[in-house]
C-alpha cells in the first residue's frame, strides 16, 4: 500500500510559478514511477508529467518547457516545478504511483496507476 500527499497548490497570476511537492509513504516498490495528473472543471484528467525510477521524464506537450518533474533525496518527495503559468494550467493537480509491472510506455495513461492523491487546487489569474 502507498499513501499520496500533494501539497504547494495556490492561487498565482498568469507568467508566475508553483512549486507542488508529492509525499509518498508506504511500499517504496509501489511508487517506483510517479507521475502527475491534472483535472480541470468539465474536463477528463490528463496527464502531465512523468518520472521512473531510472530518473528518466516524459511531459505533456502543453507543459514541456515550463514544467519540470524530479525527485528528491531517497526518491522522496516527488516535485512538480511549474514556471510561466497559464489559465489554462487551471486544475486540481494529482499526484500518482505505480509499480514497475507496466511498460513504461503507458505513463500518459491514468488506469496504469495503482495509488492516488486527493488533488491540491491550481487556480492561475489571466
Known amino acids: 500500500q502507498v499513501q499520496l500527499a500533494e501539497s504547494g497548490g495556490g492561487l498565482v497570476q498568469a507568467g508566475g510559478s508553483l512549486r507542488l511537492s508529492c509525499v509518498a509513504s508506504?511500499?517504496?516498490?509501489?511508487?517506483?514511477?510517479m507521475g502527475w495528473f491534472r483535472q480541470a472543471p468539465g474536463k477528463e484528467r490528463e496527464f502531465v508529467a512523468y518520472?521512473?525510477?531510472?530518473?528518466?521524464?516524459y511531459y505533456a506537450a502543453s507543459v514541456k518547457g515550463r514544467f519540470t518533474i524530479s525527485r528528491g533525496p531517497g526518491k522522496n518527495p516527488v516535485l512538480l516545478q511549474m514556471n510561466s503559468l497559464k489559465p489554462e494550467d487551471t486544475a486540481v493537480y494529482y499526484c500518482?504511483?505505480?509499480?514497475?509491472?507496466?511498460?513504461?510506455?503507458?505513463?500518459?495513461?491514468?488506469?496504469?496507476?495503482?495509488?492516488w492523491g486527493q488533488g491540491t487546487q491550481v487556480t492561475v489569474s489571466s
Open positions: 500518482a504511483a505505480r509499480g514497475t509491472s507496466y511498460p513504461v510506455t503507458t505513463y500518459a495513461n491514468s488506469r496504469s496507476y495503482d495509488y
Open positions: 508506504g511500499s517504496t516498490f509501489s511508487s517506483a514511477n
Open positions: 518520472i521512473g525510477w531510472s530518473g528518466a521524464t
